[in-house]
């Protein structure tokens, strides 16, 4: 594990070190509370019945034989929710949680019930009678444009959408610059292919949960497994209809997210169903729920042509990316096409995406949503052209790379980026001129993602100890509790031991944005910096006037007070312990709070190394080295930067090799089970070797970056890369799974 | 006045062109001039856009200063997992 630290970096005295997590303890030994640890009084168990169709219109739903049987409590249907507007974000979020007219995908909720034990709620979901009628549907891309397809949900076509297609095209971006046509002449060799990816999970080990306890007077609190308990609070209160400040929602720890827990797919039915029972309501999904009916990634289906001299110059590029996400609207695939060459500095660019209704299950973000897939098909064809030129796919990529001064391929001309450090740190790192075995292949691939920043709010108190409490509202994911700490303990100058950051309620504290976009070490962080330094101010205050010396002629410096200079006066210097003690006596408690809607996160770029071999007798694909180089900016706490890229590795490696949504004929899903649906687990890997950069980002006091998400876009392409060298063909579909592979190569034979 | 980038596939919806120009200092100003300027992209902007201003992503900042000669180029809104 490396670390590429520029001289010209701030120097720090807990920032960057790497101490135990505060969470540890609590995580291994079982104490920590997840969403389905919590219980109350009188709580009831709730949960819902699934219809095993792809899609089909719902003529009656008979609960009058449940509501009969002794334990049952509440039963609800789409039908016992507040009528809204049926385009509001928020109703289609509902739509998704349980059916209204019609079932969109196999396992979508049609009824829950709530009872005094689970057993009671699962017979009393077999009394329910459902009658349908079974509709026409729509599994794969290629089915859902054509004229004529079976149309997944009417109306929902966006404004521009060129002719030719079904209704199940709804969304189109394009971007890009430059003469094509152009570009393509002036190229040697033009190398055009389609590529495909299938919908993959997120895979969180935790399933969804909540606890809900509603009561007729329209208050509420809500305890669930979330990445973001501010939007579980906005979504819910807009389906209820509910004044914000009457839904407190707590997040309890979290055992993964990924972007799946960005939404909500149980937490409205708990809180109908407790409303109506008047009871405190549990819920919690299975596994086969967790795949069936919460959101997997976009599938894709993409068409690459990259013009290339033989000195390996890109001469144009252009992309047509087709996405599906099931029965609903989504954003991703404007992401996807936005970082498709973001790579790359262009003259002539278009990247074009659709994105397509299907009866499958709504997708929800996943690490970087859109970029795994789009940048795996372009990182493919450059090697594929790398190989034709025999040109060093490291040197093309170099040769190629987006700068400062670059105009992106999604419009913004990019300032300070670390991408050309990153790819010279793979260069001249060991593992890239380290020989290789027969049936051995090596593979790269660039990764790019924007990172974001957003609504944020920090509370820092002061306590009368010498102690202090840093209050933030992001869930914890990645390890943000101790980054915020060092952060704080950094700014204050004092020790670490003396920082312990909590997640505040809904309640407890101004909105806080969900924990995705990478976002959290940068825009929490930077908030907690102000928020330091406005309580700095205030102990400087109070310094002041236990010295009886203006305001201003006091400074902090490590951890203590001390007068600004000589004309100051000469008394001796006040730690932060000092001012708290009597803080009481001095003006009351002391803190510092900071509000911002923070921008200026800055883009991330990655670059994978990575050596398989592949079995050319059983087409299984072995992991043999992996490394993992990532601008990050400054790594506020490196271990949970390099668990950052290691994880978002390892999910790529899976999605690569491994991991698909598997639908048979009539449109059921085959693998909703870690048996069927194979993620990667230790024994799968090497260990991955991350290579982190710290190049400041300017945007933020300590030159964070947001680092969650870049790791995963690409191993696709990388193992892509690897296994085509390693067998000699060129692969367009994932996963490469060994039924795929071995296929392909007694094609060959 | 400010001149904005658009996206490939708002150009039918706006002259045609791949820049706008509107008067503006700051997002907010920007962004309501190109919905009365440009009918056809109110839909997109009541959907969500960001706005890049000289490299840097801005999610809904209305106040974010805009001068004339700044590199403005308008953006999906961003989301991120």
């Known amino acids: ?749 | 006045m400010v001149k904005v980038k658009i996206w490939g596939s708002l150009k039918n919806l706006a002259d045609g062109s791949d820049y706008v120009s509107v008067t503006g200092s700051n997002f907010k100003e920007v962004i309501d001039n190109i919905s009365l300027k440009y009918p056809g992209l109110k839909p997109q902007i009541t959907r969500g856009v960001s706005l890049a201003v000289d490299g840097k992503i801005y999610k809904e900042s209305w106040f974010t200063p805009i001068n004339e000669d700044s590199e403005v180029v308008l953006m999906p809104y961003m989301q991120g997992g």
Request: charged share 20%; net charge neutral.
């Open chain 1, 1 to 749: 594990m490396d670390q590429i630290t520029p001289k010209t970096t701030k120097e720090f005295k807990i920032v960057g070190t790497r101490p135990l997590r505060p969470d540890g303890i609590d995580k291994v030994t079982g104490k920590a509370m997840y969403g389905a640890d919590l219980y109350a009084p009188n709580m009831l168990y709730g949960c819902l019945l699934r219809i095993n169709e792809p899609h089909a219109f719902i003529e009656s739903i008979d609960t009058s034989n449940a509501e009969q049987l002794s334990g049952v409590k509440s039963i609800v249907t789409f039908k016992d929710f507040i009528k809204i507007n049926p385009d509001n974000k928020n109703n289609q979020i509902l739509e998704n949680c349980i059916a209204n007219e019609k079932v969109l995908y196999d396992g979508h909720a049609v009824a829950a019930v709530a009872a005094v034990d689970l057993s009671t709620a699962k017979k009393a979901l077999k009394l329910v009678k459902i009658k349908y009628k079974k509709l026409p549907f729509v599994i794969t891309i290629e089915d859902a444009m054509k004229i004529g397809a079976p149309v997944v949900a009417i109306g929902k076509k966006n404004e521009n959408i060129p002719d030719g297609y079904s209704d199940n095209v709804i969304q189109y971006c394009s971007f890009g610059h430059g003469n094509l046509e152009e570009g393509f002449k002036a190229a040697h060799k033009v190398i055009k292919r389609t590529f495909k990816t299938p919908s993959v999970h997120q895979g969180y080990i935790e399933p969804h949960a909540c606890l809900a306890s509603m009561s007729n007077d329209g208050k509420a609190d809500l305890w669930c497994c979330t990445q973001g308990h501010f939007n579980v609070r906005s979504i819910c209160s807009s389906i209820f209809k509910m004044d914000n400040s009457q839904l407190k929602v707590t997040a309890s720890e979290i055992g993964g997210g990924f972007g799946g827990k960005t939404t909500v797919f149980i937490e409205p039915i708990a809180l109908a169903l407790s409303q109506k029972s008047g009871h405190p309501v549990k819920m919690v999904m299975s596994r086969e729920d967790v795949f069936k009916a919460t959101g997997p990634t976009v599938s894709s289906l993409v068409d690459v042509e990259v013009g290339m001299k033989k000195t390996g110059k890109i001469t144009a590029a252009r992309a047509i990316i087709r996405y599906e996400g099931g029965a609903f609207p989504n954003e991703t695939y404007e992401l996807g096409a936005q970082s498709a060459f973001a790579a790359y500095d262009l003259d002539a660019v278009k990247t074009e995406a659709f994105n397509v209704l299907t009866n499958r299950p709504t997708q929800a973000a996943y690490r970087a949503p859109g970029a795994p897939q789009s940048i795996y098909a372009v990182e493919s064809v450059i090697d594929e052209l790398c190989q034709f030129f025999n040109q060093d796919p490291l040197y093309v990529r170099i040769l190629n790379a987006a700068k400062k001064g670059t105009k992106s391929s999604y419009g913004p001309t990019f300032d300070d980026i670390g991408l050309k450090a990153t790819l010279e740190a793979a260069k001249n790192h060991p593992h890239y001129t380290s020989p290789l075995k027969e049936n051995q292949g090596r593979g790269i691939s660039c990764g790019f993602w924007f990172n974001f920043g957003g609504n944020t709010c920090v509370s820092l108190n002061i306590n009368f100890d010498g102690t202090v409490g840093v209050v933030e509202g992001n869930p914890d994911i990645g390890g943000s509790r101790s980054s915020i700490s060092q952060m704080a303990a950094e700014e204050l100058g004092i020790s670490l031991d003396k920082v312990k950051t909590v997640i505040a309620d809904t309640n407890s504290l101004g909105h806080n944005d969900v924990t995705d976009g990478s976002r959290v070490t940068f825009s929490v962080g930077l908030a907690t910096i102000k928020a330091a330094k406005a309580a700095k101010k205030e102990l400087c205050k109070r310094a002041s006037k236990l010295w009886g010396i203006d305001e201003d002629a006091v400074i902090w410096k490590d951890g203590y007070a001390h007068p600004a200079g000589a004309n100051a006066g000469n008394q001796e210097p006040l730690s932060l312990e000092d001012i708290a003690k009597v803080s009481s006596q001095t003006g009351g408690p002391i803190a510092g709070h900071y509000e911002v809607n923070a921008d200026g996160a800055g883009v991330s770029f990655g670059v994978h190394l990575v050596d398989i071999e592949t079995d050319m007798e059983t087409g299984h694909s072995k992991i043999i080295r992996y490394t993992v180089f990532q601008d990050a900016g400054k790594a506020i706490h490196p271990s949970y930067v390099e668990g950052q890229m290691q994880g978002g590795s390892v999910q790529g490696i899976g999605w690569a090799l491994n991991e698909e949504y598997i639908y048979s004929s009539d449109g059921k899903l085959q693998n909703p089970g870690f048996l069927d649906y194979r993620i990667p687990v230790a024994s799968d890997l090497p260990m991955i070797d991350p290579v982190i950069l710290e190049i400041p980002n300017p945007g933020h006091p300590y030159g964070v970056r947001g680092v969650g998400e870049t790791s995963i876009v690409p191993p696709l392409a990388a193992i892509n890369n690897a296994v085509s060298r390693a067998t000699g063909i060129r692969f367009t579909e994932l996963p490469l799974s060994p039924p795929r592979v071995l296929k392909a190569i007694l094609n060959k034979q």
